[in-house]
C-alpha cells in the first residue's frame, strides 16, 4: 500500500516521538537500527520529513531529531505520508492506468474509490500520538 519509504518514515516518526516524550533525540543511525532501514536511505527519509516539519532536526554535539511533546498529538498520520509520498496514494488508479476517472473507469475503479476514500479518512484522523502512545504501552509493537 505505501512505499518502502513510507513505511520506514512512518516509524522512524514513532519511534522519534517514543523518545521525544522521554525528552531524548534520536541519531539517523539509532533509528535506521530501530526500524530495520538502510542508513543512507533513512538520512533522506528524514530530510524529506524536516523539510515538510514533521519532525526537528537539531545540530550539534547534543543534536538529533525529535518531535515537540506538545505537536505530537497534532501530526496526523496523513502528514508522513504526503511528506514522502506525496498525494498519489489518493488519486492513483488501482490497476495504475494513466487516465482512469468517474468518466473512463478501469474495472476496479469504484470499488478501489471507496478503499481510497476509507484510507484518506484512516490517515487523517490518525494522530503519532496514538501510535506512539499504543507502542509504549504494549498494545502494539514496531518490530516483530
Same mark, same amino acid.
Given at each position: 500500500? =505505501? &512505499?518502502?519509504?513510507?513505511?520506514?518514515?512512518?516509524?522512524?516518526? !514513532?519511534?522519534?516521538?517514543?523518545?521525544?516524550?522521554?525528552?531524548?533525540?534520536?541519531?539517523?543511525?539509532? !533509528?535506521?537500527?530501530? *526500524?530495520? &532501514? %538502510?542508513?543512507?536511505?533513512?538520512?533522506? *527519509? @528524514?530530510?524529506?520529513?524536516?523539510?515538510?516539519?514533521? *519532525?526537528?532536526? !537539531?545540530?550539534?554535539?547534543?543534536?538529533? =531529531?525529535?518531535? &515537540?511533546?506538545?505537536? !505530537?498529538?497534532?501530526? +496526523?498520520?496523513?502528514?508522513?505520508?504526503?511528506? *514522502?509520498?506525496?498525494?498519489?496514494?489518493?488519486?492513483?488508479?488501482? @490497476?495504475?492506468?494513466? +487516465?482512469?476517472?468517474?468518466?473512463? %473507469?478501469? %474495472?476496479?475503479?469504484?470499488? =478501489? +474509490?471507496?478503499v481510497r476514500d476509507e484510507l484518506k479518512l484512516m490517515l487523517e484522523n490518525t494522530s503519532l500520538e496514538e501510535l506512539a502512545l499504543n507502542i509504549k504501552s504494549g498494545a502494539s509493537f514496531l518490530k516483530t
Amino acid at each position: 500500500m =505505501f &512505499s518502502k519509504a513510507c513505511e520506514y518514515g512512518i516509524k522512524a516518526c !514513532i519511534f522519534i516521538a517514543i523518545n521525544s516524550y522521554e525528552g531524548k533525540r534520536v541519531s539517523p543511525k539509532e !533509528i535506521a537500527e530501530e *526500524i530495520n &532501514s %538502510p542508513q543512507a536511505f533513512t538520512a533522506k *527519509i @528524514l530530510q524529506a520529513l524536516v523539510r515538510h516539519k514533521v *519532525i526537528n532536526s !537539531i545540530k550539534g554535539a547534543y543534536g538529533g =531529531f525529535e518531535v &515537540s511533546k506538545y505537536e !505530537i498529538k497534532n501530526i +496526523k498520520l496523513s502528514q508522513i505520508v504526503k511528506a *514522502i509520498d506525496g498525494d498519489n496514494i489518493y488519486n492513483g488508479c488501482g @490497476l495504475g492506468l494513466e +487516465k482512469c476517472d468517474e468518466n473512463h %473507469p478501469c %474495472p476496479v475503479h469504484d470499488k =478501489f +474509490k471507496v478503499v481510497r476514500d476509507e484510507l484518506k479518512l484512516m490517515l487523517e484522523n490518525t494522530s503519532l500520538e496514538e501510535l506512539a502512545l499504543n507502542i509504549k504501552s504494549g498494545a502494539s509493537f514496531l518490530k516483530t
